[in-house]
Structure formats: C-alpha cells, structure tokens
C-alpha cells in the first residue's frame, strides 16, 4: 500500500504536466476537427503508458465525437471491468483563454479539468504505477466517449453492448461532495411541446385568432404540477418563444421541459400527462417531440455490493468514501439500464461542474489514483 502511495506522490509533477497538456486541448462537443485531435492525443498518451491495446473498436460520431473502446490487458484471470470515460467538454473553443490551466496549492482549474479530465489521467497513471511495481491488475475494457455532453446519441448503444458484456462498471465523471461516489442517478426526459393557434390581427379583430402564447401559459402550471418531488420527479420548463409581432395574435409557441426521475415507474405518468394537456382552447392544437434521453440509474443490489467492495478498498487508504444519488446523469445511467454493476463518480474531487468555478484538487487526484488502482487489483 505505502510502495503505491509513495510512487503516486512521487510523480506528482508528471502527472499534473500531463494533466496540462489535456486540459490545454480544448475538446468541445460541437467541435469535430477538435474531438478528432483530442482523441488522437488521448489514445497515443495511452498507448505510450500501458502500451498497445489488445483490442481496438471505432464507432464513428459522424458530427460528433467518435466513440472508442479499447482493452488494456491485465494479468488477472477473470472478465473484464469496464471502464467509461468521455474526453468532450461543455465549454467551447477560446474558453481557455478565459479560464487557464492553473495549479494554485491544492486547487486545478481549467476548462474539463473537473469534468472530466482529471478522471481520465487518474485511471491511466493508477495502470502505470501498478505496471511499473509489477502489481497485477484485471484487464480494463476502457470506453472514451465524445458526444457524452450532448447525451451520448451516438455511444449510448456501444455503452449497452459493453456493459452487457462485463459485470461491473466504473464511471470517471466527476466526485459528488466530498469525493462521495454516485450508486443512483435520475433518469431525463428531454421534451418539447409545440403549439399551434390561428393568427389574426388582434387590433381589427382580437377574437378571430386562437393565441398559442395563451394556451402555452395555460399547459406550464399543468407541467409543473406534474412534479412530486416525494418520488424524486421534477419537472422545469426552462425555455418559451412564440409569436411573431405585438399586433398579431400568436399562431405558433412552442417550450422546452427538462423532467428528472428517480422511479422508472414515474417515466409513465410523465408520458401520460404529456398526453393530456389542456390548452383551453379547442382551436389551439400541441405536438410533443422529444424523448427519454437517460434511463435511471437505480442502486440496485449489484451496484451497492459494489460500493461495499470499494469503501472497503478506500479504507486501506484512510478514506472514509461515501455514496449518493444525484439528481444529473451520466452514461453510468444506460450501463446501469444494460444490467452491469456501476460505480460512478470515481473521477475528480472538487466542484463547479459546467460553471466558471469548475476546479479539482491535487490531493484528491493523487488520492483517486491509488483508490482506481487498488479497486483494479482486486
């Protein structure tokens, strides 16, 4: 335990030179040319620390990131565990220029570095000292995402056929508070609800149209009455628009709505009322688009046998690691859908995910190395 600490400390600068170098590759998700370059520098940075894969898959993103899966064998018999990464970020080109990569005593920051940069580094130098102290450890079946940010349209079934084919999956997304990891996470639904009214000219004739606008403020308390937060399900209405002038009663209005669930249940009730809104008007007709972006990532008995096994693991360490269930999602969600075991939230200790005042911390990325290191051992 103390041989592996002590390697980890001792290439602390290593490590936080190459997180630089990460993190300083600005990978957005709707940048094509940049994901390409990134995970071209992801895979040779691999590759020059734990060697050739045994196993190369491509599945091409199209406009987004490509999904990778590759297998670092290990020395330990037995199956696989997975292992999921995404290398996109949130923050677009010239971010970087706002927000630099820094170490300031215990504190990172840069655009990724929380979500989820950190993470990839921790689980490649946690291979590389047990490589290099001739420790063995279990082969690693390592997915990298690049379109995770958008909701993963392209790698979700790679992440299915992978989770279906190994029975545990650790997650790199960033730690809950206090480096807690994620047994549970919401499922989201991500709708839209269009509607469309008759136009006329509300000054010459205000009761000849059917405004769209009025029967979109009417559907939003019904939206968010759909909430019961006793059962973990919110709804939001986050984003409307409608209409075209101020003399023209509104022929079309439409709003966006984020609904999170904890009970894979309450995804038919949510379904239900989407089915039955009431515009109060029957001139004014509505069309849902959208879908369940995430299903939910439930604690089952696996997943907390898991947990168990590692906060066991982590008190080797002197860390006292604690769980929780979050109300965002992951690609966690659909290997937890495909039947795996899955621990998620191993990456980055810090806080500030997808805002300015994202930032991880040194010791923590020190500490998360030895912790991925010592769970792939056993």
């Known amino acids: 335990m103390k041989q592996l600490t002590d390697w980890i400390a001792a290439h602390r ?7 630089r170098a990460y993190v300083e ?4 998700s709707d940048d094509r040319a940049s994901l390409e370059r990134g995970l071209e520098f992801v895979e040779a940075w691999i590759t020059r620390h734990l060697g050739e894969p045994s196993a190369r898959t491509l599945t091409s993103g199209g406009e987004q990131g490509d999904t990778v899966v590759l297998d670092l064998p290990g020395e330990l018999p037995g199956e696989p565990v997975a292992v999921l990464a995404h290398y996109d970020t949130v923050w677009p080109l010239g971010t970087l220029a706002e927000i630099p990569f820094s170490v ?4 990172l920051r840069g655009p990724g570095v929380f979500d989820m940069k950190s993470g990839l580094l921790q689980l490649v130098w946690g291979l590389k000292a047990l490589r290099e102290l001739g420790i063995p450890y279990r082969t690693v079946r390592l997915l990298l995402n690049g379109d995770e940010e958008i909701g993963s349209p392209v790698a979700r079934t790679v992440i299915q056929d992978v ?13 809950g ?8 996470r919401k499922g989201v639904g991500l709708f839209q609800v269009h509607l469309t009214g008759v136009e006329a000219h509300a000054g010459l004739d205000p009761t000849a149209g059917a405004s769209a606008i009025l029967a979109l403020a009417r559907i939003v308390p019904q939206l968010h009455a759909a909430t019961d937060l006793s059962v973990g399900t919110s709804v939001n209405v986050g984003v409307v628009t409608g209409g075209t002038r101020p003399n023209v009663t509104p022929g079309k209005a439409w709003a ?3 609904v999170r669930v904890a009970d894979p249940a309450e995804e038919q009730r949510i379904d239900e009322v989407l089915r039955n809104l009431d515009t109060g008007d029957e001139r004014v007709t509505y069309e849902v688009t959208g ?10 008995a696996s997943t907390a046998e898991l947990f168990s096994r590692a906060r066991e693991v982590a008190a080797e360490l002197g860390i006292d690691l604690q769980e929780i269930a979050v109300g965002g999602a ?20 810090g806080a500030g995910a997808h805002a300015r005042s994202e930032h991880a911390t040194v010791s923590g990325l020190l500490e998360r190395t030895a912790l991925l290191a010592l769970l792939l051992t056993r």
Request: no cysteine.
């Open 330 to 349: 992951s690609d966690g969600n659909f290997a937890s859908a495909a039947g795996a075991a899955v621990l998620d939230g191993l990456g980055a200790v």
């Open 256 to 258: 966006s709505i984020d």
């Open 163 to 175: 989770a279906r084919s190994v029975p545990e999956v650790l997650v790199l997304e960033a730690s």
């Open 177 to 184: 508070p206090g480096g807690a990891v994620k047994t549970a």
């Open 13 to 19: 600068e290593e490590m936080l030179t190459e997180l």
């Open 25 to 28: 590759l600005e990978t957005p």
């Open 104 to 107: 300031d005593g215990d504190v």
């Open 291 to 300: 879908r369940w972006n995430r299903p939910v990532m439930v604690r089952t």
